[in-house]
């Protein structure tokens, strides 16, 4: 089994100076917790929800929101993004990833194709499903 037949396809973009409104935007409407920053047609790094958690207040979208908190959705991608990004070519195997995952300690995996644009993205779910359908596959 190959990256690419357990990535999840089609992962949400945002660029280096969209801000963490747009961050927001997405992580409320969407199933997922990391989104890709692209630039120029080449991965340049990652936004986690954890990352756009810790930028901003816990007090934000909630009765006692400031405006000190509302400010903090200014702040822009590049300013909270993981820059050192670990990915994999969509061929890598299953055991790859699983090391991979293992070694970085890493929460997720892009996967990149030979212009180093994301094609898909990979996270312990992903894995999990994987694992899932193998020993299902096995019975």
């Known amino acids: 089994m ?14 280096m100076d969209d801000s963490l409104a747009t961050v927001r935007d997405i992580f409320t409407k969407e199933n997922f ?28 979208g909630t009765p006692i929101e400031t405006q000190k908190d509302l400010a903090a959705l200014n702040k822009r991608v590049h ?31 892009p996967v990149v194709n030979e212009n180093n644009f994301p094609i898909g993205i990979i996270s312990w779910k992903d894995i999990i499903r994987a694992i899932a359908v193998y020993l299902k596959q096995k019975q």
């Open 33 to 60: 917790h990391h989104i890709l920053v692209v630039e120029q047609s080449k991965l340049v790094g990652v936004v986690s929800d954890r990352d756009y958690l810790k930028s901003v207040n816990i007090t934000l």
């Open 79 to 109: 300013q909270i993004m993981s820059r050192k990004i670990i990915t994999v070519s969509p061929q890598a195997s299953l055991t790859d990833v699983v090391n991979t995952f293992h070694l970085k300690k890493v929460s997720c995996i």
């Open 2 to 15: 190959f990256s690419k037949n357990i990535m999840t396809k089609s992962p949400v973009f945002v660029s």
